[in-house]
């Protein structure tokens, strides 16, 4: 069995006042094996970020099933110790850190209470030194856990988000767009870290990107998301160099190269665009 497997999984969000429900994912199933990093890709509104926000508990599916090792996360986690296990089966990193992190805490002081609170660490002194651990696990110093989140830089914000993230040693880490608000150099030395931490622990990632060449350096599958389904999946290498759903031929295409012609890219959404609107949705 795989360590993710979701079946039909289907989400509907209702506009209201007359307008148009909007079906963000249309009875998607998917698989993630163990210590497997598969990516998420589509445009803007494609259903990535609905499914990222469902497999952490962050939003509600209307139907379907979706099991982290064996459990079935779309069932209320009603009390203390249900929250914990779903926290333990998967976290997410974020776009932007400074929602996730407490502004009024020196990062060392989050990573230990997030230890504590999760029976990771049995007292002050074990939460300490594992706190400074996580730090050093993500290339992070002493020096920077006495450090609030506005005093780091936004790759530093990102590493902190990471190692909270790892702090509950979660079968699951989702990462929405987590890197596409940094530099390349930034992204380049954290899609690194995110590598090297997947060979040491054997954690699976979901990794949610419009970014096809940061899903090539991180992923070793990769699902096209259009309109909430899924279009095409497969191996990255496959997919991204020999597409064969117009639409993930669209996004190769899109993607700037030395060969890259914007007006043929423009020309071909529209064209695309027209011939999808004609065409009902499944």
């Given at each position: 069995?795989?360590?993710?497997?979701?079946?039909?999984?289907?989400?509907?969000?209702?506009?209201?006042?007359?307008?148009?429900?909007?079906?963000?994912?249309?009875?998607?199933?998917?698989?993630?094996?163990?210590?497997?990093a598969l990516g998420?890709?589509?445009?803007?509104?494609?259903?990535?970020?609905?499914?990222?926000?469902?497999?952490?508990?962050?939003?509600?599916?209307?139907?379907?099933?979706?099991?982290?090792?064996?459990?079935?996360?779309?069932?209320?986690?009603?009390?203390?110790?249900?929250?914990?296990?779903?926290?333990?089966?998967?976290?997410?990193?974020?776009?932007?850190?400074?929602?996730?992190?407490?502004?009024?805490?020196a990062v060392g002081?989050?990573?230990?209470?997030?230890?504590?609170?999760?029976?990771?660490?049995?007292?002050?002194?074990?939460?300490?030194?594992?706190?400074?651990?996580?730090?050093?696990?993500?290339?992070?110093?002493?020096?920077?856990?006495?450090?609030?989140?506005?005093?780091?830089?936004?790759g530093q914000r990102?590493?902190?988000?990471?190692?909270?993230?790892?702090?509950?040693?979660?079968?699951?880490?989702?990462?929405?767009?987590?890197?596409?608000?940094?530099?390349?150099?930034?992204?380049?030395?954290?899609?690194?870290?995110?590598?090297?931490?997947?060979?040491?622990?054997?954690?699976?990632?979901?990794?949610?990107?419009?970014?096809?060449?940061?899903?090539?350096?991180?992923?070793?599958?990769?699902?096209?998301?259009?309109?909430?389904?899924?279009?095409?999946?497969?191996?990255?290498?496959?997919?991204?160099?020999?597409?064969?759903?117009?639409?993930?031929?669209?996004?190769?295409?899109?993607?700037?190269?030395?060969?890259?012609?914007?007006?043929?890219?423009?020309?071909?959404?529209?064209?695309?665009?027209?011939?999808?609107?004609?065409?009902?949705?499944?």
């Open positions: 069995m795989s360590l993710v497997e979701v079946t039909e999984l289907h989400r509907v969000f209702q506009m209201g006042r007359g307008a148009e429900d909007v079906t963000a994912v249309n009875r998607t199933s998917f698989s993630i094996e163990a210590g497997e998420l890709v589509g445009e803007s509104g494609s259903g990535k970020s609905t499914i990222a926000r469902i497999l952490v508990g962050l939003e509600r599916a209307d139907s379907g099933e979706a099991l982290i090792d064996g459990a079935d996360v779309l069932r209320p986690a009603r009390g203390r110790g249900a929250r914990l296990a779903r926290a333990r089966a998967a976290q997410m990193v974020f776009q932007d850190p400074n929602g996730s992190l407490d502004r009024r805490l002081e989050m990573l230990q209470r997030t230890l504590l609170q999760h029976g990771r660490a049995s007292g002050r002194a074990e939460a300490r030194s594992g706190a400074l651990r996580l730090l050093d696990r993500v290339r992070l110093t002493e020096r920077q856990a006495a450090a609030r989140p506005h005093e780091l830089s936004g990102q590493r902190v988000a990471i190692a909270r993230a790892l702090a509950v040693e979660p079968k699951l880490v989702v990462l929405d767009e987590a890197v596409s608000a940094l530099d390349v150099s930034v992204q380049a030395q954290v899609l690194d870290l995110l590598a090297e931490i997947q060979r040491d622990s054997g954690v699976s990632y979901l990794f949610v990107s419009h970014d096809l060449a940061v899903v090539q350096e991180l992923c070793q599958r990769v699902i096209v998301l259009f309109r909430g389904s899924i279009v095409e999946q497969g191996a990255t290498g496959r997919v991204l160099e020999a597409p064969e759903h117009p639409y993930s031929q669209l996004l190769v295409a899109s993607t700037p190269g030395p060969d890259w012609d914007p007006e043929r890219v423009v020309r071909d959404r529209m064209t695309f665009t027209q011939r999808m609107s004609v065409v009902p949705e499944a």
